[in-house]
């Protein structure tokens, strides 16, 4: 029996696990961590012949090699082990291209980019399932990608979120659509330089058979047609903006398809119908729609999937409304790109809550949106201390270190009356794990305590 190694016991190591053993290799699933959750897990994988070992890395026995390694998405492809692995000659994958190799006969389509992916992706499966096809969002959305391979009954299309991770360890996926939503510095603790991170994302994008780039990003657009001189572009500002001379644009209130040099402009839906704020949600309409028409889906499934869609959890989410005040979810903005967004999204002044983990990266545009717009910040979490000084250094004196989201909700409320700000906005610009898991916790969290403080 062949013996296949599993590192990581989050959602996609489990699945891949579970979709190996199903295939007749031997498993053995690893993490360093070690958990009364994780623990539960051992046991339970443990009935279906599935040996997890915790508090453990993987190791190799020279006489005893597994033929095959395979990586969840938080792993870095880099570790020692991996190296190790890849010159010893073991075939190392990531839990993506697991899945893909059982799932590469359906049509993918592929989403990609540093921040907007994950309303994008939600937005395309929501189209794809109106037009009553089974369509899965999976990936860092929804499904593992391998638990989707585990179906009894194979869906129509998979629509998969990828980060850049993702495409690291993934050799053969080759969508049948492609989706690049932005592109700016984020992960370079782990890409390292900045063109590290673009060919990572464009190989995504160079095996996928159409590719849909958003025309409104800096540096995508300064790209342009010399990298991809196929592609379909998108842009909010209308036609004269389109790079290239087919994609989708905004017109008069509506999305615009034109296909070909030679075709004839199409609206296809009016962008009335998608509730959620903000000029950036625009472009991911626009993407979303792009990839729904070169799937051929009609645009009544469209309309009606866009006015139906209530938003994605943790990004731009309303909480509820105290006295008038609008409390805001957005804990997915894990940078300063997506947190200045948030805040040019919402109304201001704003009482904004950030911190946590801080990474690298420019904070620029995001102090300066805060001096235009936000009455107020908590700062919480690791950061605090160094966003302090520089609030501090650009010359915004109104922060307060208030550490936990527990003290942030009742301040932020006092402060929003004081101010008479009309949104308390947790957009934290930084990743969560000094305080949380992952930003989805921080995003319940804030949510519990926020609705908790209304209650009461």
């Not at 189209?127 to 999976?138: S, T, V, Y």
């Not at 993934?170 to 991170?197: E, M």
Request: one cysteine or more; hydrophobic letters at 40%; charged letters at 20%.
């Amino acid at each position: 029996m062949p013996r296949a190694a599993v590192i990581g016991l989050g959602k996609s190591g489990i699945a891949a696990a579970r979709l190996l053993q199903r295939e007749g290799w031997e498993v053995e699933l690893s993490d360093s961590n070690t958990s009364e959750t994780l623990l539960k897990q051992q046991q339970e994988l443990a009935t279906e012949n599935i040996t997890v070992k915790l508090g453990n890395t993987l190791e190799f026995n020279d006489a005893d090699l597994p033929q095959l390694i395979v990586v969840s998405p938080g792993v870095p492809w880099d570790i020692p082990v991996l190296v190790k692995a890849r010159e010893l000659g073991i075939e190392t994958i990531g839990e993506m291209e697991l899945a893909w190799q059982y799932l590469q006969s359906l049509p993918w389509v592929g989403i990609t980019g540093t921040n907007g992916k994950t309303t994008t992706t939600a937005l395309i499966a929501a189209i794809f399932q109106a037009a009553g096809l089974d369509a899965p969002a999976c990936g860092n959305i929804g499904y593992a990608a391998c638990e989707v391979a585990l179906a009894e009954k194979l869906p129509d299309w998979v629509i998969g979120e990828i980060s850049s991770y993702q495409i690291e360890s993934s050799v053969t996926l080759s969508p049948r659509i492609g989706v690049w939503t932005t592109f700016t510095p984020d992960h370079l603790s782990r890409h390292k330089t900045l063109d590290n991170y673009y060919n990572i994302k464009a190989k995504l994008l160079q095996k996928s058979q159409l590719q849909v780039f958003n025309g409104n990003d800096a540096y995508l657009g300064k790209v342009g047609l010399s990298d991809w001189p196929d592609a379909y572009w998108t842009s909010v500002k209308g036609k004269d903006y389109l790079i290239g001379d087919k994609g989708f644009y905004i017109e008069d209130g509506w999305v615009i398809e034109k296909l070909s040099a030679t075709s004839t402009p199409e609206p296809i839906v009016e962008v009335s119908a998608l509730r959620m704020v903000g000029e950036h949600n625009q472009q991911n309409l626009l993407m979303a729609v792009a990839a729904a028409r070169l799937a051929e889906i009609n645009r009544d499934a469209i309309s009606r999937a866009i006015r139906e869609f209530p938003g994605v959890a943790h990004r731009l989410e309303h909480i509820c409304t105290w006295e008038g005040i609008d409390f805001i979810n957005d804990s997915k903005a894990t940078n300063y790109d997506a947190a200045e967004v948030g805040l040019a999204s919402v109304k201001s002044p704003a009482i904004l809550i950030a911190g946590g983990e801080a990474k690298a990266g420019d904070d620029t545009g995001w102090l300066a949106k805060i001096q235009a717009q936000a009455a107020a910040v908590l700062l919480i979490g690791n950061a605090a201390p160094a966003f302090a000084q520089r609030l501090q250094e650009v010359g915004y004196s109104n922060y307060e270190i208030v550490e936990t989201m527990e003290k942030a909700i009742p301040k932020s409320a006092e402060l929003a009356k004081k101010y008479q700000a009309s949104v308390v906005l947790l957009s934290p610009a930084c990743a969560s794990f000094d305080q949380y898991s992952n930003f989805e916790v921080r995003g319940d969290h804030f949510r519990q305590l926020c609705l908790d403080w209304v209650g009461n």
